[in-house]
């Protein structure tokens, strides 16, 4: 009975600071790169394709995460979760492939271009396996999005898919 007793307390004072504020972000050094990412929350279309939602892009995670979720809702959909690491902006892509190849933006990466090349990741063997090798984005003038993600196959590069973006919708307030 003792040992219950134990637990509530345990369980009351988990649920309060749960209900508290907001923990507050690991401070992180400035990243151009990864505000931009940030200011593409809401929902893109396909430039010249039919208006249906192509890619929606949240930030979450109290702000220390970006998730773009690639044609939501379609057997397709893939999920990319963006985060830095310190000081190096990083990826997660979470394929349609059933694998999860992880990338690092280079240094050089800004609010203007920011590249990605392959560092590993969970389910692939970078020598046989179809992955996500590289990524890149460019932001136009116009608010426009040029999206390039390379593959490897058998070891060597593989086809590049290429998406250009326009935005339809903000993020929706809370």
Same mark, same amino acid.
């Given at each position: !009975? =003792? +040992?219950? #007793?134990?637990?509530? /307390?345990? /369980?009351?004072?988990?649920?309060?600071?749960?209900?508290? *504020?907001?923990? $507050? &972000?690991? *401070?992180?050094?400035?990243? &151009?790169?990864?505000?931009?990412?940030?200011?593409?929350? #809401?929902?893109?279309?396909?430039?010249?394709?039919?208006?249906? /939602?192509? @890619?929606?892009? $949240? +930030?979450?995670?109290?702000?220390?995460? +970006? /998730?773009?979720?690639?044609?939501?809702?379609? &057997?397709? *959909? !893939?999920?990319?979760?963006?985060?830095?690491?310190?000081?190096?902006?990083?990826?997660?892509?979470?394929?349609?492939?059933?694998?999860?190849?992880?990338?690092?933006?280079? =240094?050089?990466?800004?609010?203007?271009?920011?590249?990605?090349?392959?560092? %590993?990741?969970? %389910?692939?063997?970078?020598? $046989?396996?179809?992955? !996500?090798?590289?990524?890149?984005?460019?932001?136009?003038?116009?608010?426009?999005?040029?999206?390039?993600?390379?593959?490897? @196959?058998? #070891? $060597?590069?593989?086809?590049?898919? +290429?998406? *250009?973006? =326009?935005?339809? @919708?903000? &993020?929706?307030? =809370?």
């Amino acid at each position: !009975m =003792k +040992v219950l #007793g134990y637990a509530m /307390v345990l /369980v009351l004072v988990a649920a309060e600071a749960w209900a508290g *504020e907001p923990a $507050k &972000p690991v *401070e992180c050094a400035p990243s &151009p790169a990864f505000d931009k990412l940030k200011s593409l929350a #809401g929902e893109w279309t396909l430039a010249g394709g039919d208006g249906s /939602v192509a @890619a929606a892009w $949240k +930030v979450t995670a109290n702000g220390s995460a +970006v /998730v773009e979720t690639l044609f939501p809702g379609s &057997p397709h *959909e !893939m999920l990319t979760v963006y985060t830095l690491r310190g000081a190096d902006l990083r990826l997660t892509h979470y394929c349609a492939a059933g694998n999860q190849p992880e990338l690092q933006a280079e =240094k050089n990466a800004d609010a203007h271009r920011i590249a990605f090349h392959f560092t %590993g990741g969970a %389910g692939i063997q970078p020598s $046989k396996d179809m992955h !996500m090798h590289s990524a890149s984005f460019a932001f136009a003038e116009d608010g426009s999005l040029h999206e390039e993600w390379g593959t490897f @196959a058998g #070891g $060597k590069p593989g086809d590049t898919k +290429v998406f *250009e973006l =326009k935005r339809v @919708a903000p &993020p929706t307030a =809370k």
